[in-house]
């Protein structure tokens, strides 16, 4: 919401009253798999700004006959927590909620490939924590980062930020109270490597220089955000191949115990085996020789007994 802009939001050295320079983000911070359930989620602090993005999906749509038989359908929930903002926000959806919702899902639907997932619904649940003025702009950068984690197939990553003016003067991602009492504000959301605009909206007066100056600065904001995103991405997927790394490196290790463990259960199979073996053989012999000597003795006997025999004949 434009101001009237006649609170001194920047000074003539140019430092805004959170001490940044006009061109300066502030600063931003994302990370991935906040929300173990889902799909897929992000939380990006961004300044005072706390959101967090869930996706779930893509699944089956109820009411089924809202489906759309050749692609999927995109559903933002943007929320505001009661306790985000310094009045306590209504728990009932507001139609500025409604409406950014809205505009948060076209935005994404324009990146998504849904065609790949026709009759479903891919859901995305966006709960502002604390609000510090552009939070559909955080919120869409959230979601994309999100979408990109739940594995949903995208032509591209949206970063979006809301440049404005600040006593006239043009000044990059507005917070609460630049956005309150500046005399102008323009989200923006961008996707830099298909260079395509997705959500641009407008408030207060602009002159045509202004407004290409506010243009150009987003852009070069979304792009600074678009490398925040994708380090992120980058490091998570580092993080899950680490882990994967680890898991084999256990199994592995489970092998070689069970192999361990099965020679030394051979090897004591073998030992209880062996141990009666040896006891027969000892046993055996002993008995043979007993036997055999008194049997040598008898043969040796019956010739003596016959040859005398022959003789008196
Ligand atoms: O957050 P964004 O700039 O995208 O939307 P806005 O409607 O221009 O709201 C600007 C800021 O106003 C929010 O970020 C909140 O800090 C504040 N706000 C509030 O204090 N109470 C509300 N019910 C809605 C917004």
Redo the contacts with the bound molecule.
């Keep these: 919401?434009a101001g009237d802009g006649t609170v001194q939001l920047i000074d003539e050295k140019g430092k805004r009253v959170d001490g940044r320079l006009k061109d300066e983000l502030r600063p931003t911070e994302i990370k991935i798999g906040v929300v173990k359930n889902a799909d897929g989620s992000a939380e990006i602090r961004m300044g005072k700004n706390i959101i967090i993005a869930a996706v779930y999906g893509p699944r089956e749509l109820h009411p089924k006959h809202r489906a759309l038989p050749d692609r999927a359908l995109i559903q933002c929930f943007y929320r505001?927590s009661t306790f985000s903002?310094?009045?306590r926000?209504s728990p009932a959806p507001?139609r500025?909620e409604k409406e950014?919702s809205m505009l948060l899902s076209d935005a994404l639907t324009s990146v998504v490939l849904t065609d790949k997932y026709p009759r479903t619904t891919i859901d995305i649940y966006i709960q502002v924590i604390q609000?510090?003025?552009?939070?559909?702009?955080a919120s869409l950068t959230a979601a994309s980062v999100a979408l990109a984690d739940a594995g949903v197939p995208m032509r591209g990553i949206i970063a979006a930020v809301?440049s404005g003016l600040a006593n006239d003067i043009v000044v990059l991602d507005l917070f609460?109270l630049e956005?309150?009492k500046g005399s102008g504000?323009m989200?923006l959301g961008y996707c830099p490597t298909l260079n395509e605009i997705s959500l641009l909206q407008l408030d207060g007066v602009f002159t045509l220089e202004q407004f290409d100056e506010c243009l150009d600065l987003s852009i070069e904001g979304a792009k600074r955000l678009y490398d925040i995103q994708t380090n992120t991405l980058k490091q998570r997927y580092a993080d899950i191949r680490a882990e994967v790394a680890v898991d084999e490196d256990d199994e592995v290790k489970e092998e070689l115990k069970e192999q361990l463990n099965d020679e030394v259960k051979e090897e004591l199979i073998e030992q209880l085996k062996e141990e009666p073996k040896k006891e027969e053989v000892k046993e055996e012999p002993k008995k043979e020789e007993v036997k055999e000597e008194p049997k040598k003795e008898e043969v040796k006997e019956e010739p003596k007994k016959e040859e005398p025999k022959k003789g008196d004949e």
Excluded: E, F, L, Y
């Design positions: 919401m505001m903002v310094n009045d926000k507001s500025r950014i609000a510090d003025g552009g939070t559909r702009c809301a609460d956005d309150q504000d989200p």
